[in-house]
């Protein structure tokens, strides 16, 4: 419960960083946004793509 309370505010400061332009990085963004989980599958599937076509 707590923290489900704290979520709203840490998207909105990243929102808020996003738009202001400070977060370039998709990376950083990205696993600031909890969005790590999405992000890292996607690199080790590309990874696995990339090696096959070798």
Do not use: Q
């Amino acid at each position: 419960a707590m923290g489900d309370r704290k979520l709203p505010g840490i998207f909105a400061a990243v929102n808020r960083r996003l738009v202001n332009g400070l977060i370039t990085d998709e990376r950083t963004a990205a696993a600031l946004a909890g969005g790590r989980m999405i992000s890292e599958p996607l690199a080790v599937g590309n990874d696995h793509v990339k090696s096959k076509r070798i």
